[in-house]
């Protein structure tokens, strides 16, 4: 079965520049979450879809950060413009319907270092 | 709010020894989940185990195992037999258990463990 897949895996840029992020999860999950670790703290969710839903997006900088999963598959995450506290990995996970609290398993992908400049 | 505390930033280990990291958190629920997930530096995020509050027995997996403490709100783990690809972080997280399923994972901020040859 094939992963959580994210890319790139690296990214490099100044601030004020713009940024964007892929994930493709697990076929058949309906649930993608996108969270944003902190060097030295746990991950903190920014955002979760259920299909091409938002159901949670209240920790989302939405000045600055947007993201959407138009056809309840892939989705992407934006930053425009980044600033340098925007600095972290960007990890995506998936889960088949979002029970995690029912004991549904999260998957993770292996996520994306920003470095803003 | 519930937050969850990693008092360790740091933890060595000798191959095949045992360690034990600790978590305690604060919450005024009474249902809800406990884990622990692993990061290696791959950074993709792997659950370790897995505790349902309602539950007095402790929860095992392999050479994992924890030691919840739910009067004490603390939730630690023991890693027995240590291998050297037991070194990761490792992230203390809770949950609290929704019938709407939405739950939203709450992460410490990770203790390093180290095993050494």
């Known amino acids: 079965e094939a992963g959580v897949a994210q890319s790139p895996r690296y990214k490099i840029i100044e601030k004020r520049q713009s940024v964007a992020f892929w994930c493709n999860p697990i076929?058949?999950?309906?649930?993608l979450y996108w969270y944003q670790q902190i060097l030295g703290q746990g991950p903190k969710l920014l955002i979760q879809f259920q299909n091409n839903g938002v159901v949670d997006d209240s920790q989302l900088p939405k000045d600055r950060f947007s993201a959407e999963r138009l056809k309840g598959v892939d989705s992407t995450l934006k930053i425009q413009p980044a600033k340098l506290e925007d600095s972290a990995v960007y990890l995506c996970?998936?889960?088949?319907?979002?029970?995690?609290?029912?004991?549904?398993?999260?998957?993770f992908g292996s996520g994306t270092q920003l470095s803003v400049l | 709010a519930q937050t969850v505390t990693q008092s360790q930033p740091e933890m060595s280990v000798q191959e095949a020894e045992t360690v034990t990291l600790s978590c305690t958190y604060d919450t005024s629920e009474n249902n809800y989940y406990l884990f622990w997930y692993k990061q290696p530096p791959s950074r993709q995020m792997i659950l370790v185990i897995r505790q349902e509050a309602y539950k007095q027995q402790n929860a095992t997996e392999n050479r994992f195992s924890v030691n919840f403490q739910k009067a004490a709100k603390s939730f630690s783990l023991k890693i027995s037999d240590s291998q050297l690809g037991d070194t990761a972080m490792y992230f203390c997280a809770f949950m609290i258990r929704t019938t709407d399923s939405w739950g939203k994972l709450q992460f410490g901020a990770g203790t390093q463990v180290v095993v050494t040859p």
């Open positions: 996970a998936s889960s088949l319907n979002g029970r995690v609290a029912a004991g549904e398993k999260l998957f």
């Open positions: 076929s058949g999950h309906a649930t």
